[in-house]
């Protein structure tokens, strides 16, 4: 074994670029999560400095932005005199105040990547990227391609590769131009041997890997989701990050055999270049921890007026007799006001929180439905197949998107008959935005009158493996998980509803990131109806009751839908309800939609394009139709002003005014003294909410490399990525029209229960606990009984006082929220 060889194992790199790459799913599952995943074993703090002299990613705000913010009183004072003080000290406090305040720094970045591969540019004018990417990029998307493309890509049961080969052996053109290129795909040659071709030296062998994989990240880093998951592809597509790694190493050999024929040296022959160590520790910085500290006070002004307004509420007492119904909500910040309405409209109303595949874990197959679906978190593998039964109306069609639109007869006939339809449409599209077939509709997922397959009665009834429905012990132990888990465990109402989500927009590339991220980015209408059916199963009640929860007979859960987009609801299964709950249901169902009619209104206040002065019925009617404008690149600003979560009872956050920048899941400490079932919740949370939280974090701070930039150029890629133009790279993280109104903070996470509890639960798991101990999401306990918080610092629960705020109390939230289109400060609500 040489040199070379001990330098570089192969197997090693593609691992580590596995681990570093962007792993953001295909659009129809975009979920999502926190985009420096790779750094999250590291302190927060210590992440964004190494990911930025790495990769040269953008990781704070500007200074000057945290600055303007000060002035603005959108960073308080005293806040970040406090911070100052606790981590520099009395001694060098007014050394630090003025370089945070004052002191210049070179802001520009100088990452590590790219510095070895950019040689061939500079040495020797030669644009390795320009030359091979189009083809690159052009090869992978018609061979991942999900349905785009009129003609199929000559797929081989062996992979991509073997495709390759396929393609160069029946095909009439070759991909490449020189005669080395094919012998070496034709002769298995392995990345090693095509790097000694091409670098030379095994030294630089992972430098410019790395360097060539992140010159186009999103396509790497798909890859290496596919490959990792390659059921994220409903037709699946066999492709690994080495055989793609293989591919574009001939790419390059093929150009530079074409522009300097095959007699030319390796890049390292000729150039003398001292190799580094990409992921050495990162030297002290002091602009860096001047960026860490206004970080920390830009976080804490916001939290203490959130921590201040919940410690200083005043409990208001329900009776459990007068309970009108009670609702069960997605815990997603959009239903955050949606909640609040209703309960200011009918204060008898008690609602709930909670992830909104509503704790059935299941695939789903609709009517006709060719390919399988899952309706749960991502990360779960679910062994259950729900089926939609076949029903006599079929759903509506748009002939323009036939098929057979692309054939030379066929599509001739409709270009000259249809074609002018459209652009009637088209045009008509401007002034009267309206539903078509192709709108992407959360009704849509379910239809009202549809009928499922839900309770098993064979075990053995099996499709692809997975058991068709659930049987009754199945579904009573997950209905009285998510009853325990959210403290609805007696005094049940005559009807609960359970809501779930999605949301309706039209030429929106990222629509699976509106929707329920518990639901893999679907609306959670059949996991609302899945329960539904479940809770109303008498066998399920039998043995719920032996379990110490009794539901009256009388009691009926009811599945509903919102839309959070054009904030419509829809209620499934109402023929079912006794003739006494027909009548309670008529008279909710008022408030549900008064509810969301002042949700618009208060939405509105964020459009520019929307008059919020106009009465509550015209908002409300152009919040619909920007909803389905073919023009509207913000159809709803999503969670685009997220910044806390709190776990525990509705009493903790009711009459305070969170303005839609809390997630809200409901918990019971007095249901769960040892705090399993909370670590369950935190399990979930962490992940979920930090990872809504993260990605909306870094694509505001940097919507260029970790974010999409502007959606108004992208195009969609095979129906798996956008790109701008034809021949981009992939654009991982957000759009700029999903992040421009969203304040950069980590999530703080609010749990009422006593500190000892809480750590239990976080430490249960250790991939929870690692969000915590390193610092990517804040945790604050609410003591049940004192009411005291407890902050979670290095590993342990400190008494945290609030800094005096002067909170105020308003009497109506809707007139409140209209005063500004910005950000509002947390108030009490008589």
């Known amino acids: ?264 040296e390796p890049l390292i022959t000729k150039i003398n270049f001292d190799a580094e160590n990409l992921f050495s520790q990162s030297p002290y910085s002091e602009y860096f921890e001047v960026l860490s500290i206004w970080q920390e006070a830009f976080e804490w002004t916001f939290y203490n007026q959130a921590l201040t307004g919940l410690k200083d509420k005043t409990d208001v007492k329900i009776s459990e007799e007068t309970t009108k119904f ?48 899952k309706l749960c978190p991502a990360p779960i593998t679910p062994k259950f197949l729900i089926k939609e039964l076949p029903r006599k109306k079929k759903s509506a069609k748009d002939y323009h998107y036939h098929k057979k639109s692309h054939s030379l007869i066929f599509g001739w006939l409709i270009s000259q008959s249809l074609g002018y339809t459209s652009a009637f449409k088209l045009f008509l599209n401007i002034f009267k935005p309206s539903m078509s077939p192709a709108t992407s509709a959360s009704f849509k997922h379910l239809n009202k009158k549809s009928q499922l397959v839900i309770e098993n009665t064979n075990p053995e009834d099996k499709i692809d493996g997975l058991q068709v429905g659930f049987s009754i012990e199945e579904m009573a132990n997950r209905v009285e998980g998510i009853l325990k888990t959210i403290g609805l465990v007696k005094n049940f109402a005559p009807i609960v509803y359970l809501v779930g989500h999605g949301a309706t927009s039209v030429n929106n ?112 009617k152009k919040i619909k139709n920007r909803s389905v404008s073919l023009f509207e690149p913000r159809p709803e600003l999503n969670h685009a002003t997220n910044a806390m979560c709190i776990v525990g009872r509705r009493s903790v956050s009711d009459h305070v005014f969170l303005d839609r920048r809390s997630f809200m899941n409901s918990f019971d400490y007095e249901v769960d003294p040892k705090g399993d079932y909370l670590a369950g919740i935190l399990n979930a949370v962490a992940p979920v ?43 991982p993280g957000l759009p700029s029209q999903m992040i421009e109104v969203h304040d950069p903070l980590r999530l703080l996470i609010v749990v009422e229960h006593f500190p000892e509890i809480v750590k239990y639960a976080i430490t249960k798991v250790p991939a929870t606990y690692e969000w915590f101990i390193n610092n990517w999401i804040n945790l604050v306990a609410i003591h049940p009984e004192t009411k005291e918080l407890f902050r979670f610092v290095d590993g342990e629960f400190v008494l945290y006082k609030p800094i005096p705020f002067d909170i105020k109390t308003i009497n109506n939230s809707l007139g409140y929220a209209m005063t500004s289109s910005e950000n509002l400060n947390i108030t009490l609500i008589k």
């Open 689 to 731: 909410g930090g990872g809504i939280n993260l990605e909306y974090y870094f694509s505001r701070v940097d919507n260029q490399k970790l974010g999409a930039g502007s959606k108004l150029p992208h195009n969609v890629m095979g129906l798996i990525g956008v790109a701008n133009g034809i021949d981009g790279d992939l654009r």
């Open 1 to 264: 074994m040489n040199l070379t060889s001990l330098r570089f194992v192969e197997e090693v790199t593609l691992h580590k670029l596995s681990h570093f790459l962007p792993a953001q799913n295909p659009l129809k599952d975009f979920v999502h999560h926190n985009t420096l995943h790779a750094f999250q074993d590291k302190d927060f703090f210590t992440a964004l400095q190494e990911s930025s002299e790495i990769f040269g990613y953008k990781t704070f705000l500007p200074l000057s932005d945290f600055r303007k913010k000060l002035k603005s009183n959108k960073i308080n004072a005293a806040i970040l005199d406090k911070i100052i003080f606790e981590k520099k000290g009395e001694d060098n406090f007014f050394t630090w105040k003025e370089n945070v305040l004052h002191k210049n720094y070179d802001e520009a970045v100088y990452p590590k990547i790219g510095k070895l591969r950019s040689l061939w540019k500079e040495k020797y004018a030669i644009n390795l990227d320009k030359s091979s990417h189009g083809i690159l990029f052009r090869i992978l998307c018609s061979y991942l391609d999900q349905g785009i493309s009129v003609w199929t890509f000559p797929v081989h049961k062996d992979g991509f590769l073997a495709s390759i080969k396929e393609l160069e052996s029946n095909g009439v053109f070759s991909i490449f131009s020189t005669a080395r290129a094919k012998k070496l795909l034709n002769e298995n040659t392995s990345i090693y041997k095509l790097l000694q071709i091409i670098v030379g030296e095994g030294l630089y062998f992972e430098n410019y890997l790395f360097d060539q994989q992140f010159s186009h990240p999103g396509w790497s880093g798909m890859i290496a989701t596919l490959e990792n998951n390659p059921t994220s592809l409903l037709d699946e597509r066999k492709i690994t990050l080495k055989e793609m790694i293989t591919f574009e190493l001939l790419l390059e050999i093929d150009t530079l055999d074409q522009k300097f024929g095959e007699n030319w």
């Open 509 to 620: 590339t990222h629509f699976a990131g509106y929707d329920c991220g518990a639901c893999s980015g679907r609306p959670s209408s059949v996991n609302a109806k899945v329960l539904s059916f479940a809770a109303n199963h008498l066998k399920v009640r039998d043995i719920l009751a032996e379990r110490g929860i009794i539901i009256s007979k009388d009691t009926q859960f009811l599945p509903a839908l919102h839309d959070t987009t054009r904030d419509e609801i829809v209620f499934y299964d109402e023929t079912y309800l006794s003739e006494k709950n027909k009548i309670f249901h008529v008279k909710n169902s008022k408030i549900f939609t008064n509810a969301l009619a002042n949700n618009a209104k208060e939405r509105s206040r964020r459009f520019d394009t929307i008059n919020s002065d106009e009465s509550i019925s015209k908002v409300h």
């Open 326 to 373: 009670q609702a069960l909500f997605c815990m997603d910040d959009r239903e955050c006001s949606f909640r609040r309405h209703i309960e200011a409209l009918e204060p008898s109303v008690k609602t709930f929180g909670v992830a909104a595949f509503f704790n059935f874990e299941f695939f789903y197959q609709p009517i006709n439905g060719k390919f399988f679906t």
